[in-house]
C-alpha cells in the first residue's frame, strides 16, 4: 500500500543539475522522516541526506553545499536538487521514509524505500 517512486535520473556532463523527485502513495509524506540514500558501483549505500517531520535537514559532507532536500506537502512528493555533479556523485539513487518517529534516525529504522535511480555523471 505504501510506495516510493524515484525518477529524474540519467546522464550529466559534470558540473551540470539534476532535481530528483520521490512520488509518494499510501500515506503523507508531512509525518515522519524522509532520507535519500546512494550506491556508487562497487560500494556500499550510503546516506545523503535527510529532513524531519518539522522541516529540518542533514547533509553528509560530501555533499553539502550542493545538494538539498525538499519536500513538497501538496504533491506529496520529495525532492532533492543536485548542482555542481561531480563523476563521484554516480550512483544508484534511493528515497526512503521512516514513518514510526518524527526524527531521523538510521538506515535500519527506514521501513519504505524506492525501486531507485541511476544518476551517471561523465567528464
Known amino acids: 500500500q505504501k510506495h516510493l517512486a524515484e525518477s529524474g535520473g540519467g546522464s550529466v556532463q559534470a558540473g551540470g543539475s539534476l532535481r530528483l523527485p520521490c512520488a509518494a502513495s499510501?500515506?503523507?509524506?508531512?509525518?515522519?522522516?524522509m532520507g535519500w540514500f546512494r550506491q556508487p558501483p562497487g560500494k556500499e549505500r550510503e546516506g545523503v541526506a535527510d529532513?524531519?517531520?518539522?522541516?529540518?535537514?542533514r547533509y553528509a559532507d560530501s555533499v553539502k553545499g550542493r545538494f538539498t532536500i525538499s519536500k513538497d506537502i501538496a504533491k506529496n512528493t520529495l525532492y532533492l536538487q543536485i548542482n555542481s555533479l561531480k563523476p563521484e556523485d554516480t550512483a544508484m539513487y534511493y528515497c526512503?521514509?521512516?514513518?514510526?518517529?518524527?526524527?531521523?534516525?538510521?538506515?535500519?529504522?527506514?521501513?519504505?524505500w524506492g525501486q531507485g535511480t541511476q544518476v551517471t555523471v561523465s567528464s
Open positions: 526512503a521514509a521512516d514513518l514510526v518517529s518524527p526524527w531521523c534516525r538510521r538506515d535500519r529504522d527506514f521501513g519504505a
Open positions: 499510501g500515506y503523507t509524506i508531512n509525518t515522519g522522516c
Open positions: 529532513i524531519n517531520e518539522y522541516g529540518g535537514a
